[in-house]
C-alpha cells in the first residue's frame, strides 16, 4: 500500500493486507466501523478529512463485522474504535466517537504541524486544517445534545430509533453473543440451531460488537439478559423461551401466523454444505465425521455432572492460564463442579470441538449445556449472570437481590457503583470520584449500574441512598460524590479508605 496515503482513506479487505500495510507505512491510523452504526459515519467524516490534512500518514478503515478475525485480534468489542501504529506496532487507541482526541492522537502520531506541509495551526492546539475543525465544532454540538436527551430520557431518541431499525430490518431478528457460524455463548448457539431446525431464515446482530446497542436493548425491550429473539418486530424471548416455544410446537405456529416462509430442507441443505452447524450438542451430521460411538460417549460426558469443565490439566494443577481462571471462579462462586482433562485423551479433544462446535478450551457445560469459554464465563460472573444460570438449572440455591447486592458489594474493599466504567466513565460525578481515587493511588472494584437495571433501582433501598456514584469500604457506605470530595479536599479520603 506504500509508505502514505496520498489524502485518500482505503478500506481493508483482509487481514494479510493490514499486516502488510502497517508493515510497509511509518504511520498507520485504522478505523473500525459498521454501516448501521450512526457514530461511525460521523467519525468518518473527521476520519476523511484527516487523511487530507495528513497526506503522510495512512488511513485506512475495517468494516468490524465483515472481518471479525481482525477485529478480534486488535480486541475491538465497539465501534467506532481506532488504532494508532507506527513503525508496524500499536501505540495508542481510542474507542468511541470523540472527534477532538482522534485529531490530537492523530497529530502526535504523525508528528508536529511543521513536518506536515498540508497542515494548518488551529485553536485546539493540533495539526488539523480547517475542514477538520469544522466538523469537530458540529460534532461536539451534537453530541452536547445527545448525551442531555439520554440523560434525561435514559435512552436517546437516536439509539431508540436505531435499535428499532435493526428490530424492523429483517421478520426474523436475533440479538446474540457472536454470530450464528461463531457464537461467543452456549444459549446464543442454542437459538441459533432452533431457528435452523425450525427452516426460517433470520439476521442477526452480535451484541459484543457494541456496547452501546447492547445496554440499549435491556431498557429498549425490558429484558436483561441476552439472546433476544423478535418475530416481525415483536419479542418472542430469550433462550428459555426460546426452547420451551419450540419444544412445544408453538414457535412453528407463531412463525406461520405472521407469515414466514420456511425454509426446504433440501435449500438449506444446500445453503449451510460448507459450514453446517449441528442443530443440537449430540445430533451429529454426516458432514462432522463424528462416529456415532464418540458421538455417543462425548453426550454422556457433558451430562455426566450438573457442572463439568473441560480443561487442560486438574483443578489443583491447570496446564494453561484460561483453565486456571474458570477453576478459580467455580471456586469463587463456590460451585462443586467435575472436569476432564483433554491432555489425557486426544479423542475427547479433537472430537469436542466438533461437537460443540466450539473451537478452544477451556469449555464450561451447565446441565449439558456448554455456556463457553473462560472470557465468556468471567464475563458472566461479572455480570452475575453465572450466578442465575447455576440458580435456574438448580445447582446453586436461588440468590436473592439482597444477597447479590451484598456481593457484589463485599467483593472488593473499596467498591464504587457508578455510571459507566473507570475507563469511560457515563457522568461528569461518577468520573469526578474515579479521579479522585486514582489521584490518590486507592486501589477499588466498580460496577457499572447502567448494566443491570435490577442492581440499579435495588441498590437504592438497600443503601437509602437515591443517586450514584455510591462508595462503599468493607461493606459500609461511604457516600456519593460530594462526600468523596469534601474527604478528598480535606485530605481525610486515603485514611478513610484505608482504616
Known sequence: MGSGGGGVVKDVGSKAELDEALLGATAVVVHFWAFWCEASKQMDQVFSHLATDFPHALFLRVEAEEHPEISETYAVSAVPYFIFCKDGKSVDTLEGANPTVLANKVAKLVGPAGSVESASPASLGIAAGPTVLEVVRNMATQSVSSKTEEMNSGLSDELRKRIQQLIDSYPIFLFMKGSPEQPKCGFSRKV???????????????????????????????????????????????????????????????????????????????????????????????????????????????????????????????????????????????????????????????????????????????????????????????????????????????????????????????????????????????????????????????????????????????????????????????????IVMELQSSEELKSTLSE
Request: contains cysteine; charged residues 25%; aromatic residues 8%.
Open 192 to 482: 441459533v440451531n432452533i431457528l435452523k431446525n425450525e427452516g426460517v431464515e433470520f439476521r442477526s446482530f452480535d451484541i459484543l460488537l457494541d456496547n452501546e446497542v447492547r445496554e440499549g436493548m435491556k431498557k429498549f425491550s425490558n429484558w436483561p439478559t441476552f439472546p433476544q429473539l423478535f418475530c416481525k418486530s415483536d419479542l418472542l424471548g430469550g433462550c428459555d423461551i426460546v426452547v420451551a416455544m419450540h419444544e412445544s410446537g408453538e414457535l412453528k405456529d407463531v412463525f406461520k401466523d405472521h407469515g414466514i416462509p420456511i425454509i426446504s430442507k433440501e435449500t438449506e441443505i444446500a445453503k449451510n454444505s460448507e459450514s453446517p452447524i449441528p442443530e443440537k450438542s449430540g445430533d451429529i451430521s454426516e458432514s462432522t465425521g463424528l462416529s456415532a460411538e464418540v458421538a455417543s460417549r462425548l453426550q454422556t460426558l457433558v451430562n455426566s455432572s450438573p457442572v463439568i469443565l473441560f480443561m487442560k490439566g486438574k483443578p489443583e494443577e491447570p496446564k494453561c492460564g484460561f483453565s486456571h481462571k474458570v477453576v478459580e471462579i467455580l471456586q469463587q462462586e463456590k460451585v462443586a463442579f467435575d472436569s476432564f482433562d483433554i491432555l489425557s485423551d486426544d479423542e475427547v479433544r479433537q472430537g469436542l470441538k466438533v461437537f460443540s462446535n466450539w473451537s478452544s478450551y477451556p469449555q464450561l457445560y451447565i446441565g449439558g449445556e456448554l455456556i463457553g469459554g473462560s472470557d465468556i464465563v468471567l464475563e458472566m460472573q461479572k455480570s452475575g449472570e453465572l450466578k442465575r444460570v447455576l440458580a435456574e438449572k438448580g445447582v446453586v440455591p436461588k440468590v436473592t437481590l439482597e444477597d447479590r447486592l451484598k456481593n457484589i458489594i463485599t467483593s472488593s474493599p473499596v467498591m464504587l457503583f457508578m455510571k459507566g466504567t473507570p475507563d469511560a466513565p457515563r457522568c461528569g460525578f461518577s468520573s469526578k470520584v474515579v479521579n479522585a481515587l486514582q489521584k490518590e493511588g486507592i486501589s477499588f472494584g466498580s460496577f457499572d449500574i447502567l448494566s443491570d437495571e435490577e442492581v440499579r433501582q435495588g441498590l437504592k433501598t438497600y443503601s437509602n441512598w437515591p443517586t450514584y456514584p455510591q462508595l462503599y469500604y468493607k461493606g459500609e457506605l461511604i457516600g456519593g460524590c460530594d
